[in-house]
């Protein structure tokens, strides 16, 4: 990937490595995941801008967290927030520190499912430095939109303008391509490719979690399905009912 591909400057995502060391532990999510993703998969979609980065740390207690948070650049007033080489960094933790799916920390309690499946699934990005970047993959970065729409909504629709983005994106492209011989997701929409797209991005993601954990991913979509409808001005019914039915495959 050359330098002019990146959504956001090289030296960030090189520093961001130098701090975190391998891929394993932390990923790449948030807007520059996306638009990596759509990168990545030779998509042209307008895409909401951003000026920050977002990735998530897995942690054994919050005093690992802050440790690993301290070799980020420089504090801010928000607990999450770092500043490396002049952008903004918000890094959401998880793992062992996680309890039912939500992390508490520094008085705040955050919904973190989908992160320990974007590390775990991360796709591996070269960059131009030679650097190994985990990038969450399309199909969770879906997951991920959901979450934290649920989260913010009805204050904030960012999130769902992203889902619907993504969820175009996996009928275009190299994704597009490979929904093409993806048999049961054609099957399943009668053949329409950009339906078949949606519920192939939600079978693989949905694929990524465990029993328990894709369960509450089900009650979390059927919990906002009306509400992302609403945000999309009634919209795009049909592809939305693709993915879910993707997400429900499995």
């Known amino acids: 990937m050359a330098e002019a591909d990146l959504p956001v400057p090289g030296e960030l995502l090189d520093a961001l490595v130098d701090a975190l060391g391998a891929p394993g532990r932390w990923v790449l999510i948030g807007a520059a995941a996306r638009d ?3 990168i990545l998969g030779g998509v042209n979609l307008p895409r909401r801008a ?8 897995a942690a054994h207690d919050a005093v690992d967290f802050d440790a690993m948070l301290a070799t980020i650049g420089e504090p801010t007033r928000a607990w999450q927030r770092r500043t490396l080489l002049g952008q903004q960094v918000d890094v959401m933790p998880f793992g ?3 309890s039912d799916d939500e992390v508490h920390i520094h008085e705040s309690s ?5 992160c320990a499946e ?6 591996i990005v070269t960059l131009p430095s030679g650097r190994l ?10 997951v991920l939109k959901l979450i934290a729409f649920a989260g913010r909504q009805p204050a ?16 275009e492209g190299i994704y597009g391509e490979e929904t093409w011989n993806d048999e049961p997701a054609m ?12 519920h192939r991005l939600g079978r693989r993601g949905i694929a990524c979690f465990g029993t328990g954990r894709a369960e509450r991913v089900d009650l979390v979509a059927t919990e906002v399905q009306r509400v992302v409808t609403s945000a999309w001005r009634g919209s795009h019914q049909e592809l939305l009912g693709a993915w879910l039915a993707g997400l429900r495959a499995v």
């Open 133 to 142: 970047l985990p990038v969450a993959p399309l199909e969770l970065i879906g």
């Open 110 to 114: 955050l919904s973190v499912l989908g």
């Open 96 to 98: 062992d520190l996680e």
């Open 187 to 198: 099957a399943a929409t009668e053949y329409d490719h950009q339906l078949a797209g949606a």
């Open 36 to 38: 990596l993703a759509l």
């Open 50 to 57: 951003t000026n920050d980065v977002d990735i998530a740390i």
């Open 156 to 171: 904030e629709t960012k999130d769902a303008d992203d889902l619907l983005i993504v969820l175009r994106a996996a009928s």
């Open 118 to 123: 974007a590390a775990t699934n991360a796709d």
